[in-house]
Each structure stands twice: as C-alpha cells, then as structure tokens.
C-alpha cells in the first residue's frame, strides 16, 4: 500500500518540529504557508574527521508530485567541493555514491525513504575516507 505524498511529508513535518529526529540533521518547511509541502530549507552538522567537520551545511530539497516514491531534488547552499555537487549547488545523482541511488529502483513507501534518511546519508557519504583531503571553499561560503 502506498502512502499518499502529503501525509507521508505531514508525518516527517510533525517528527521534525517535535525535535524526533537525529540531532545532527534538521529540516522543515521553507515556508509555512506551503500547502503543498514541496520545499524544504535543511542542514546537516559535518561529522567529525571528514572534510566538513564541524560545518553546517545548508541545503534545499524539494519533493516533487512523486515523492515519497521519487527522490527528492537536492541543491546545496553551502558550497563545497565534492564530486557529486555540481557547479550550481545541485546534487549529481549519477555521481552519487551513497545508498539513496536505490530509492527509486525500490518505489513505494519504505521507512527509510524520506527526508532524515536522505540528509543522514549525505552525512555519511561526505564523511567517507575518499573525501576527507578534498580541499573545501571557506566556511559560509554558498552557491550564487
């Protein structure tokens, strides 16, 4: 059974403003008065002994028509130099190496296929061992 899109987001909407999440993340609406649920401001606290160690990483999401069986589309704000972000901010799935690549091979309704899991795994992707002498912008510096 699939959970229609606006109450799977209301049910991550209500985790987040009741603190229920993982500390190291956080989202909510861009907007208050988005009826639709679509655009979300996050940020993401970089894990210790990677390359945005003690960062916070702002990010945008916007979950389109189909979510929660569609990904989310991703655009950070915070600029950094990993190779999965492009030029612009936006996150280059087909470069992507972290476990959300499997999300829309696996449509439907899945406990971890919402908006703490992707940011968790963002997390743990930019804290894998390839990336940690990547060279970074400035702290604050964000995409134009």
Not at 20 to 41: C, H, I, K, P, R
Not at 67 to 79: G, I, N
Not at 112 to 137: C, G, H, V
Request: charged content about 25%; proline content about 7%.
């Amino acid at each position: 059974m699939t959970v229609p899109r606006n109450f799977a987001l209301l049910e991550e909407l209500e985790k987040a403003e009741k603190g229920n999440t993982d500390m190291t993340v956080s989202f909510g609406l861009v907007a208050t008065d988005d009826t639709y649920l679509s655009d979300w401001q996050c940020t993401i606290l970089g894990a210790q002994n990677c390359a945005v160690e003690g960062r916070i990483i702002s990010l945008l999401l916007h979950c389109g028509e189909g979510y929660p069986a569609e990904v989310p589309k991703v655009r950070f704000q915070s600029k950094l130099n990993f190779p999965f972000i492009s030029t612009t901010g936006d996150l280059d799935w087909k470069k992507y190496p972290g476990n959300m690549v499997q999300w829309s091979k696996n449509p439907g309704r899945k406990p971890d296929r919402n908006i703490e899991y992707l940011l968790k795994d963002l997390k743990a992707t930019m804290s894998k061992p390839e990336f940690r002498k990547l060279q970074q912008p400035p702290d604050g510096a964000t995409y134009d």
